[in-house]
């Protein structure tokens, strides 16, 4: 079956860091993405990995192990604007190459 | 950067109302294009998938006569929610990538989405 697994909820201190885990099984593997959402809006794209280890975009960096079927969204040096869901997603190539949303993870980011 | 808009951002009607949202690819063409429904607090559920010149392909569960997609261009699809119930509002969202989603580089790009509310 499918499943996308990311903790619901999450509070961190402004400047801080935070590491948002993401664990999947799918049938088939075609790229791993996070997202940002922020209440009523739709998704925004963060980052995106293929292969595994640590791709870095400015404040934000994500990790991917295939063999493990885990991925951890990281963002550092946090922003009151950072508050929002971030949503794991899997594209899987089995049954025409869709996108598999997890749940997604409200990040709290206080003062 | 690939932009995707979505029409209408909010709509209100009475039950038994149909309901026509628009999704077009901007600033490239679109082969592929995927329907989205979100309710509060929920993961984005995959309704169908919507290909241009051929009919869509809908997910388990999703009820192919009431959820109406048309894809006649390559750049505009359409999702009609057919004499709407209250049980139908929920946020909309219409996606597509540059290759249709076979490229794993090619991220989806969101319209902004149409809040459906059936009174």
């Known amino acids: 079956g499918q499943n996308i697994d990311q903790p619901t909820e999450m509070t961190a201190t402004e400047g801080a860091i935070v590491q948002i885990n993401c664990t999947y099984q799918t049938s088939g593997f075609n790229g791993l993405f996070w997202y940002q959402q922020h209440a009523g809006e739709a998704p925004t794209f963060l980052s995106y990995?293929?292969?595994?280890g640590l791709e870095e975009k400015g404040r934000f960096s994500s990790f991917l192990s295939r063999s493990k079927g885990y991925s951890y969204l990281l963002l550092k040096e946090l922003q009151m604007k950072d508050s929002a869901s971030y949503l794991c997603?899997?594209?899987?190539?089995?049954?025409?190459?869709?996108?598999?949303f997890g749940a997604g993870t409200r990040l709290f980011v206080k003062a | 950067g690939a932009v995707v808009s979505q029409h209408p951002s909010w709509v209100i009607c009475k039950s038994g109302t149909s309901v026509k949202i628009e999704c077009r690819s901007l600033d490239f063409q679109a082969t592929t294009m995927f329907w989205y429904r979100q309710f509060p607090k929920q993961s984005l559920m995959l309704m169908a998938t919507?290909?241009?010149?051929?009919?869509?392909?809908?997910e388990q569960g999703v009820e192919k006569d009431k959820f109406l997609i048309n894809h006649a261009s390559l750049t505009l699809s359409t999702l009609t929610v057919t004499s709407a119930h209250p049980e139908d509002s929920s946020f909309y969202i219409c996606?597509?990538?540059?290759?249709?989603?076979?490229?794993?580089?090619?991220?989806?790009?969101f319209g902004d989405g149409t809040r459906l509310s059936i009174l």
């Open positions: 996606s597509a990538t540059l290759t249709g989603g076979v490229d794993p580089n090619q991220p989806q790009h």
């Open positions: 997603a899997v594209r899987d190539p089995t049954g025409g190459f869709k996108t598999i």
């Open positions: 919507s290909n241009e010149g051929s009919k869509a392909t809908y």
């Open positions: 990995n293929v292969l595994d």
